[in-house]
T-cell receptor, first 115, second 115 residues
Framework: AQSVSQHNHHVILSEAASLELGCNYS??????LFWYVQYPGQHLQLLLK??????LVKGIKGFEAEFIKSKFSFNLRKPSVQWSDTAEYFC?????????????FGTGTRLLVSP | EAGVTQFPSHSVIEKGQTVTLRCDPI?????LYWYRRVMGKEIKFLLH????????ESGMPNNRFLAERTGGTYSTLKVQPAELEDSGVYFC?????????????FGNGTRLTVT
């Protein structure tokens, strides 16, 4: 079965620091990848996704992620975080052969940005 | 447009009691999903409805869980009788039929605590 690993469970940064959250997935071949974010008290929302093409994907709010097939990775980055980026971040892949919506999630990374 | 709404937002019940969670998807969304996050673990797929039909219920943990979507609109997830390990956050998500990569829209979740 597919799995997703997020190695950083808690990250604390000061405003303006750079962010990189790790995500590794367990299988090769055709892969689609997602990052979701849940801000405090809000619903999970899509931050960015990779389906094909340019492996460097731009998302909302200045986030980007790079798909590196050889490393089975899809790390999330932001050059300069803001206090409003405090949230929990989830990497996800679709369960194989089930379309794009039956997702396998990582355990999440809780980011705290101090002002 | 109104988003996916879930009710209640929190529920605290005793072991052995029954709880019913409700999800109202975005109007016109035929796909409806239930996911669950047990404390500290990953978000896991429970089941998928297409309109009123269960398309995939492979993630349902056991027969104490019963999901329905009568009329293909809102859905309920009943836990009867509840056990301590059922505690967690239950997420609902919906999407349109059509392209397999139609985005998932999540609700805020219901936090269930079984004492």
């Amino acid at each position: 079965a597919q799995s997703v690993s997020q190695h950083n469970h808690h990250v604390i940064l000061s405003e303006a620091a750079s962010l990189e959250l790790g995500c590794n997935y367990s299988y090769g071949g055709t892969v689609n990848l997602f990052w979701y974010v849940q801000y405090p008290g809000q619903h999970l929302q899509l931050l960015l996704k990779y389906f094909s093409g340019d492996p460097l994907v731009k998302g909302i709010k200045g986030f980007e992620a790079e798909f590196i097939k050889s490393k089975f990775s899809f790390n999330l980055r932001k050059p300069s975080v803001q206090w409003s980026d405090t949230a929990e971040y989830f990497c996800a892949v679709p369960q194989r052969n089930t379309g794009f919506q039956k997702l396998v999630f990582g355990t999440g990374t809780r980011l705290l940005v101090s002002p | 447009e109104a988003g996916v709404t879930q009710f209640p937002s929190h529920s605290v019940i005793e072991k052995g009691q029954t709880v019913t969670l409700r999800c109202d998807p975005i109007s016109g969304h035929d796909n409806l999903y239930w996911y669950r996050r047990v404390m500290g673990k990953e978000i896991k797929f429970l089941l998928h409805f297409v309109k009123e039909s269960k398309q995939d219920e492979s993630g349902m943990p056991n027969n104490r869980f019963l999901a329905e979507r009568t009329g293909g609109t809102y859905s309920t997830l009943k836990v009867q009788p509840a056990e301590l390990e059922d505690s967690g956050v239950y997420f609902c998500a919906s999407s349109q039929m059509g392209p397999a990569n139609s985005p998932l829209h999540f609700g805020n979740g219901t936090r269930l605590t079984v004492t």
